[in-house]
Structure formats: C-alpha cells, structure tokens
C-alpha cells in the first residue's frame, strides 16, 4: 500500500499504475482543514491496512501542492515512516527549491531525510520544460531496479569507467539534461536563484495581504509558498458561482491567466507566481483588475 493525500499530484497515483500497483492500493489518508497530509490519519491507515493483511510500504507526501501550495508536515511524517520501516517519497517538483531562501528552509524542514526527492528545476529554476529529476539517498536502490542486464557489445568497456544511467532508470541512452541546470548556476551562481524565489514568496505573501483587505474577496488562509488562492463573497451571485465570474472576467482580455480550483469543495480562484518575469508590477496590475471587477458587481 501507497499512502498519500487528496491534494497530491495525480503523478503518484500514476507512477503506480505504471510499476503495476493499482489504484486500490494508492490509499487517501486524512488531511487537515489547509489540506496537510494528518500524522495521526496516517497512522490509522497503517494499523487498519496491516490487520486487513495488506503490507504497507510508501508514504508519499507533498512539498508544495499544486492546488494550494501547502507543505506537508515533514519532520513528524518522517519519523512516522522511519519507525513503520515505509519508504518516504517527497514530491517537491514545485515547491522544493524554495528551500534556498530562509523561509523555505523554515518551511521545509524534514526534507533532506527522504529516501527519494522528486524535483522540476522547470519550476523553481525557471528553467526549459522537461528539467525534472530524482534525487535518491541510496543509489543502490536504483541500481537493485534498473542494472543487471550486460550488453555484450560493451564488454571492453571497464567497469566503473563511466557512470552508466542506463543502470539509474528506465531510460537507455538520454540527453545531458544536467547541462541545463549546471550552466546557469555556474553562469549566475545560487544567490541570483535564491533573490528571486525571496521575490516570489514576497509578491505572494504581497498578494495575499492585499486581497485580504478587499472588499468582496475572501482569502482565508496566507500562502506557505507562492500560490494563493482567494473567493468572492457578499456578492448578488451565490460565492461559487461568483467567483467564477471574478476569475473569468480578470482573465478575460488575455493579460492575466488565473485559474479555478475546489477547496475544501468550494471553487476558488488560484494565483500560481512563479514567472521569471512576473514582478510587483504584474502583480499590481493583477490586484487593480480583481479590484475594479469586484467593485462593478457589489455596485
């Protein structure tokens, strides 16, 4: 059995499909009212799967959610998972890079004793699509999956020459993926990556101060990362469908693409910054717009 919440990305519940775990046994344990995976939610899953005879093996937790941005609870998860002998999977394609600022650290304690780290430096490196990877604590692991089968035709080959990646995952030959990420580290260095994800937490946290204080939103809860999400309310249409009008409406000449999601059942509208070039002027800009709709229909 696989453990992880309903605010994980569909990727975990795929990822099993395709090693040939079914659905049935990706269990949804409990979450809180923010949408964080529940320690004691997860330990109920545990004992009520091991007496129905079922073997626990994964606890999947998120970093950084893609509905709502929230961090799971690391530190207490991964003591949990390391007591129940559970590999501890964290998805943090969105949010892990973030822990190159202060408060990211903060906020992402824990992470640096998973067994496996999914990360997308698409994301929080803002670099090309298709710059993700995996980050193991044991490359044995990978090694006990993925090696075994020698071609012959590479018998001159001396072993431990090279680094053979055919050996760390299903791809055969691949391209220097790494090269994207090195060179503009190497160009720029960390400090240019860590000032502009601060910038982003800034312009959230920005954002959501903002809207808090307008008149027709509601936005219950301050972003732990750099989503935010927000509702209409008090105005003449019932707040969901409110909202989407507001959402539609701000996106409606094309300068501003937000989205609508459900949380805790109820539609929101979603703010994701995470642009290279989304700064405070967008942001103002952003914020003026949801402002002059807002105030033409509580008018």
Not at 136 to 152: N, R, S
Request: aromatic share 8%; glycine share 8%; proline share 5%.
């Amino acid at each position: 059995m696989i453990y992880t919440t309903d605010q994980a990305h569909f990727a975990i519940a795929k990822a099993a499909r395709l090693v040939g775990i079914p659905r049935r046994m990706v269990r949804t344990v409990a979450t809180d009212q923010a949408g964080r995976m529940d320690p004691a939610g997860v330990i109920r899953a545990l004992e009520e799967d091991r007496a129905r005879g079922y073997e626990p093996f994964c606890l999947a937790a998120t970093v950084g959610t893609t509905n709502t941005g929230i961090v799971d609870p690391l530190t207490i998860l991964v003591d949990i998972a390391e007591r129940e002998r559970l590999w501890f999977h964290v998805d943090a394609a969105y949010g892990g890079f973030f822990r190159l600022t202060a408060r990211g650290n903060e906020r992402l304690k824990g992470i640096e004793r998973a067994d496996s780290l999914a990360l997308d430096p698409h994301k929080g490196m803002f670099l090309p699509f298709g710059t993700g990877c995996l980050l193991v604590q044991d490359p044995q692991a990978l090694l006990h999956t993925h090696a075994g089968d020698e071609a012959v035709f590479f018998r001159d080959v001396k072993s431990g020459q090279a680094t053979d990646f055919a050996d760390l995952s299903p791809e055969l030959t691949r391209p220097a993926r790494g090269l994207r990420l090195w060179l503009p580290l190497h160009l720029h260095g960390v400090g240019a990556f860590r000032r502009e994800l601060d910038e982003k937490l800034d312009l959230a946290q920005t954002a959501w101060d903002r809207l808090s204080d307008m008149q027709g939103i509601s936005a219950p809860a301050p972003p732990e990362l750099s989503i935010v999400t927000f509702r209409a309310q008090g105005w003449p249409d019932d707040d969901d469908h409110a909202t989407e009008t507001l959402v539609r409406e701000v996106c409606a000449d094309g300068r501003f693409r937000l989205t609508t999601t459900l949380v805790n059942g109820q539609v929101s509208g979603r703010l994701a910054i995470l642009g290279y070039r989304t700064s405070a002027i967008e942001v103002e800009e952003l914020l003026h717009r949801v402002h002059t709709v807002t105030e033409t229909h509580l008018a």
